[in-house]
């Protein structure tokens, strides 16, 4: 199975703060990665698919970049409604579709 | 306006049966395939089960493989997850979602979700 590893666990930034999560992949899986937002008590809303393609109606202060295995989120100037849980998930296994444990940013 | 509305979530004994419902709305359903997606209280999320448009494509999570059955009427513009000999691991909210019109399986609408609970 591949196994995403996703860092960090937590986070806490200031307003206009430049955020960067990351995700490593147990394997090769190209750019078959995506990510994902979920504000408190809502659903998870997708962000970012391809590794670094922007979803429909996503602001363009993130962005979604690939080094080999690793995987990077980054939020160039960090907002209030940026505050939940982001997770990335793998997409290039059809026989299982994982997400990483996800990070917790909070505001400082 | 994309919808996808889930149901049939509810309180269940251990070793029995439940099938939840997701009823979407807004686009032309039997094009896209689809997913079920859980999170378990206070914890992350877990694919489950997909379904391609035709039904010809239907996978699984191992931890529920043999257990569950993911199916669709396109009539109905329905998804269905039909969940057997529950265990209290299956605890969970319990999301559909629409896998984006590309190659990989990447989910760009969520329902809202509806909750499962296993216990005596």
């Known amino acids: 199975d591949i196994q995403m590893t996703q860092s960090p666990a937590s986070l806490s930034a200031s307003l206009e703060e430049i955020v960067t999560i990351t995700c490593q992949a147990s394997q090769d899986i190209g750019n078959w990665l995506a990510w994902y937002q979920q504000k408190p008590g809502k659903s998870p809303q997708l962000l970012i698919y391809?590794?670094?393609s922007l979803a429909d109606g996503v602001p363009s202060r993130f962005s979604g970049s690939r080094s080999g295995t690793q995987y990077s989120l980054k939020i160039s100037r960090l907002q209030v409604e940026d505050i939940g849980i982001y997770y990335c998930?793998?997409?290039?296994?059809?026989?299982?579709?994982?997400f990483g444990a996800g990070t917790k940013l909070e505001l400082k | 306006e994309v919808q996808l509305v889930e149901s049939g979530g509810g309180l269940v004994q251990p070793g029995r049966s439940l099938k939840l419902s997701c009823l979407a709305s807004?686009?032309?359903?039997?094009?896209?395939?689809m997913n079920w997606i859980r999170q378990a209280p206070g914890k992350g999320l877990e694919w489950v089960a997909s379904?391609?448009?035709?039904?010809?494509?239907?996978y699984y999570a191992d931890t529920v493989k043999g257990r569950f059955t993911i199916s669709r009427d396109n009539a109905k513009n329905t998804l269905y997850l039909q969940m057997t000999s529950l265990r209290s691991e299956d605890t969970a909210l319990y999301y559909c979602?629409?896998?984006?019109?590309?190659?990989?399986?990447?989910?760009?609408?969520w329902g809202q979700g509806v909750m499962v609970t296993v216990s005596s």
């Open positions: 998930q793998q997409a290039s296994s059809a026989l299982m579709y994982t």
């Open positions: 979602a629409r896998r984006r019109a590309t190659v990989a399986n990447y989910f760009d609408y």
């Open positions: 807004g686009f032309t359903f039997s094009n896209y395939g």
């Open positions: 379904i391609s448009s035709s039904s010809s494509y239907i």
């Open positions: 391809g590794a670094t």
